[in-house]
């Protein structure tokens, strides 16, 4: 069974910033991967959603933003935790910076790994 790893929220800002997004590219699959794992479930690799998102020019990126919603929400209930509804959160943010949701999608995870 796959872990979720702690990530350091600025650092991964940074880098995204620095690198010119390629860093970024690299946390959506890992966020992909670690929301997946949290919610139990075998959704779209971190790999496919990325070539999704890429193909479609970012059109992928907002289902995207909402499914993660959905999942963490997901695990957050199974884990006996108030959940919100952080699809249409993470979606509106998506919309308007990505790194902001990415931000806060890493947030969550951080507090159920």
Same mark, same amino acid.
């Given at each position: 069974?796959?872990?979720?790893?702690?990530? @350091? !929220?600025?650092?991964? /800002? /940074?880098?995204?910033?620095? &690198?010119?997004?390629?860093?970024? *590219?690299?946390?959506?699959? #890992? *966020? &992909?991967?670690?929301?997946? &794992?949290?919610? @139990?479930?075998?959704?779209?690799?971190?790999?496919?959603?990325?070539?999704?998102?890429? !193909?479609? #020019?970012?059109?992928? %990126?907002?289902?995207? $933003?909402?499914?993660? %919603?959905?999942? *963490?929400?997901?695990?957050?209930?199974?884990?006996?935790? $108030?959940?919100?509804?952080?699809?249409? *959160? +993470?979606?509106?943010? +998506?919309?308007?910076?990505? /790194? /902001?949701?990415?931000?806060?999608?890493? @947030?969550?995870? @951080?507090?159920? $790994?």
């Amino acid at each position: 069974m796959r872990t979720v790893q702690q990530r @350091n !929220i600025a650092l991964c /800002i /940074i880098l995204s910033l620095v &690198t010119c997004g390629i860093y970024g *590219l690299y946390w959506f699959v #890992c *966020l &992909t991967e670690d929301t997946n &794992t949290v919610a @139990n479930e075998d959704g779209t690799s971190g790999g496919m959603a990325l070539l999704f998102t890429l !193909i479609t #020019c970012g059109i992928y %990126g907002l289902y995207w $933003a909402y499914k993660c %919603g959905e999942k *963490l929400d997901k695990a957050k209930t199974d884990r006996g935790m $108030a959940a919100s509804n952080g699809g249409v *959160l +993470y979606l509106i943010l +998506y919309i308007f910076g990505g /790194i /902001i949701a990415y931000a806060l999608i890493q @947030n969550e995870l @951080n507090k159920l $790994a």
